[in-house]
């Protein structure tokens, strides 16, 4: 049997010349890795996927675990996230943009970012889909640091960031907030969706990933605060800003992004550690089912702050 990979448009891979539902050897397996952390961003078309199949071909990337904000958990397999839109949790996701309401719309992030720790990786299959709406986008921050001049390469060297988990999407000092307006049932707090209150992190300006050693640029917009301590790296506040400003900028750049528009039975696995996502999200109504597996974070890549 041997693997065909292709390159996506822009950023990572897809991967086929394999059937989902034959035995995995470990040789099999091992180079489906290795292609992972080669892409960081991995598609698989055209799979006969069940739900324990899916749990099954995830494992071969890690140890699953849960997501901590289970809100929409399959009680018959509880290593699934099911990301549902169209039902009756819509109009908590539902917001305006530019005078046109959607629904689960979120900026480009990093999975529990907001924890220090964050997953190794997620793998999402396409159960229900709409016909042009609801794309997900993947973003290589690894070829995002690759692309940054020598002095700001050496400048994140000395600076940690700050991300502060936040419910308001206006209360995010980084993300493109022009033509915005929250919805009426939009969550003003963590716990209004019974949500912890993460503390505040820190992550280094480049993070250096656990497995590939390749350097990872530690900025993505949502949750994104502020620069600990700049005057450490003989920044003021304001150039710190500007600084972070300038970042986000760089991540936004369309050369590090693939934006899929699923089919049903997609299957798109991306590295947590290297590539940030985003959900363009759907009109009211629109149904759309994804089944999520989430592969376990086995290293603190960031610090807690300390409250107080």
């Given at each position: 049997m041997s693997l065909s990979v292709t390159a996506l448009e822009n950023v990572g891979a897809e991967v086929g010349g394999f059937d989902i539902n034959e035995p995995m050897t470990e040789e099999l397996a091992s180079e489906l890795k290795s292609i992972w952390y080669e892409h960081?961003?991995?598609?698989?078309?055209?799979?006969?996927?069940?739900?324990?199949?899916?749990?099954?071909?995830?494992?071969?990337?890690?140890?699953?675990?849960?997501?901590?904000?289970?809100?929409?958990?399959?009680?018959?397999?509880?290593?699934?996230?099911?990301?549902?839109?169209?039902?009756?949790?819509?109009?908590?996701?539902?917001?305006?943009?530019?005078?046109?309401?959607?629904?689960?719309?979120?900026?480009?992030?990093?999975?529990?970012?907001?924890?220090?720790?964050?997953?190794?990786?997620?793998?999402?299959?396409?159960?229900?889909?709409?016909?042009?709406?609801g794309l997900t986008g993947f973003g290589d921050l690894a070829k995002a640091y690759d692309a940054l001049d020598d002095d700001t390469k050496a400048l994140l060297q000395k600076i940690e960031v700050a991300y502060a988990f936040c419910m308001q999407r206006r209360h995010m000092r980084y993300v493109d907030l022009e033509g915005y307006e929250p919805g009426a049932y939009?969550?003003?707090?963590?716990?209004?969706?019974?949500?912890?209150?993460?503390?505040?992190?820190?992550?280094?300006?480049?993070?250096?990933?656990?497995?590939?050693?390749?350097?990872?640029?530690?900025?993505?917009?949502?949750?994104?605060?502020?620069?600990?301590a700049p005057h450490q790296a003989g920044l003021s506040n304001d150039e710190a800003i500007e600084l972070l400003e300038r970042l986000v900028a760089h991540t936004r750049k369309p050369e590090f992004h693939y934006f899929h528009q699923w089919r049903e039975g997609d299957m798109v696995l991306w590295d947590n550690w290297r590539?940030?996502?985003?959900?363009?999200?759907?009109?009211?109504?629109?149904?759309?089912?994804?089944?999520?597996?989430?592969?376990?974070?086995?290293v603190t890549l960031g610090r807690v702050l300390e409250q107080g």
């Open positions: 960081g961003i991995l598609l698989f078309r055209d799979q006969d996927i069940t739900p324990d199949k899916q749990i099954e071909f995830s494992r071969i990337f890690g140890p699953l675990e849960s997501h901590p904000l289970k809100v929409a958990t399959s009680d018959e397999h509880p290593e699934l996230f099911v990301l549902e839109n169209g039902g009756e949790n819509d109009r908590f996701m539902t917001a305006s943009y530019n005078g046109e309401q959607v629904v689960g719309r979120l900026d480009w992030h990093i999975d529990l970012h907001y924890t220090g720790r964050p997953n190794h990786g997620a793998l999402l299959r396409a159960v229900t889909v709409p016909g042009t709406d939009s969550p003003r707090k963590p716990s209004d969706m019974k949500f912890p209150d993460f503390p505040d992190t820190a992550y280094p300006g480049v993070v250096t990933h656990p497995v590939t050693g390749r350097k990872v640029l530690g900025v993505v917009e949502q949750f994104l605060d502020r620069v600990v590539a940030m996502h985003c959900a363009t999200g759907t009109p009211p109504g629109v149904k759309r089912v994804i089944n999520r597996t989430t592969i376990e974070g086995d």
